[in-house]
């Protein structure tokens, strides 16, 4: 068996966890909503409206593929299109009171999914565990 060292340990252990909290997650997101929508719809919901193009940017999509997975929101009711008074032709996402209410859901559902994950845990394990993974996503973030 070949021995990993710290930093590839750590690696594999986080995909794991990764991997498990998406399989987790998934299970609590309504069949109707798949992943990337609800991602769309948790961005909303904090930005309040972003355009077709931010959204392409931050996905790192083509706008064809924006535009289709905010045209299934629109239908379900969670998103509206907003044409821009300042210039007609930009066109905004903008979250519906219907979409902010099951965003909330969702938020309540992933709630009592890590109820007690951190349970066992000392304020000194918290306070350094919220210090790597904050550096941790500051590192992953240049890498997008």
């Known amino acids: 068996m070949v021995e990993l060292d710290k930093q590839e340990t750590l690696s594999l252990l ?8 998406i399989a987790s997650y998934t299970k609590l997101l309504e069949s109707n909503m798949p992943a990337p929508q609800y991602y769309m719809l948790q961005t909303l919901a904090s930005e309040e409206k972003m355009t077709v193009s931010q959204f392409a940017n931050l996905l790192n999509v083509s706008l064809p593929a924006v535009t289709n997975l905010s045209g299934k929101l629109v239908r ?7 044409v821009s008074e300042a210039d007609r032709r930009q066109v905004f996402l903008k979250i519906t009171d219907a979409g902010r209410d099951f965003e909330k859901r969702m938020v309540e559902k992933y709630k ?15 306070d350094l565990l919220i ?5 941790m996503s500051a590192h992953l973030q240049t890498k997008i």
């Open 76 to 82: 379900k009711g969670f998103v509206e299109r907003v």
């Open 112 to 126: 009592e999914l890590t109820s007690g994950l951190w349970d066992g845990f000392s304020e000194a394990e918290l």
């Open 131 to 135: 210090a790597s993974y904050r550096k």
């Open 14 to 21: 986080f995909a794991n966890q990764m991997l498990t909290v």
